[in-house]
C-alpha cells in the first residue's frame, strides 16, 4: 500500500532547505507506514500568554512608562538614583488613570 505524500503548509518554496528536509521526512514516514502520532507528534503549541499591558509606573514629567515586567528601563534608573523620586512616587495607584498621574493642576486664575 503506497501512501501520497501530503505536502506540509507554511513551508514556503523559498526556503529550499526546509522544504528537502520535510519531503524526507514525508517519504520516511510513507515508507515505514508512520503516521504523527507514532513518532510521538506534539500538539500545537498553546497561544502566547497574554501580555499585560497595564502602566504601573510612570515618571511624572516625562510620562515614560514601564508595566513592571522585564528589566527596569534606564529612565526609571535615573529617576531612582539621579532625579531624588522614591518607588511609590513613580508607581501609578489602582484605578488612577495614567495620563493624568503627575499633570499640573488647573490654573484657578485662568
Same mark, same amino acid.
Given at each position: 500500500m503506497k501512501r501520497r505524500v501530503v505536502e506540509s503548509p507554511g513551508i514556503e518554496p523559498e526556503d529550499p532547505e526546509k522544504a528537502a528536509a520535510l519531503r524526507t521526512v514525508h517519504k520516511l514516514m510513507a515508507f515505514w507506514g508512520l503516521t504523527p502520532r507514532d513518532i510521538g507528534a506534539a500538539p500545537a503549541a498553546p497561544p502566547?500568554?497574554? #501580555?499585560?499591558? #497595564?502602566?504601573?509606573?510612570?515618571?511624572?514629567?516625562?510620562?515614560? #512608562?514601564?508595566? $513592571?515586567? $522585564?528589566?527596569?528601563? +534606564?529612565?526609571? &534608573? &535615573?529617576?531612582?538614583?539621579? +532625579?531624588g523620586y522614591t518607588v511609590a512616587e513613580l508607581r501609578v495607584a489602582e $484605578?488612577?488613570?495614567?495620563?493624568? &498621574? $503627575?499633570?499640573?493642576?488647573?490654573?484657578?486664575?485662568?
Open positions: 502566547p500568554a497574554p #501580555v499585560d499591558d #497595564v502602566v504601573r509606573y510612570r515618571h511624572p514629567l516625562s510620562g515614560e #512608562v514601564w508595566n $513592571g515586567h $522585564g528589566s527596569q528601563p +534606564e529612565w526609571l &534608573r &535615573r529617576a531612582l538614583l539621579t +532625579e $484605578g488612577e488613570s495614567p495620563a493624568t &498621574r $503627575g499633570s499640573l493642576p488647573a490654573d484657578p486664575a485662568a
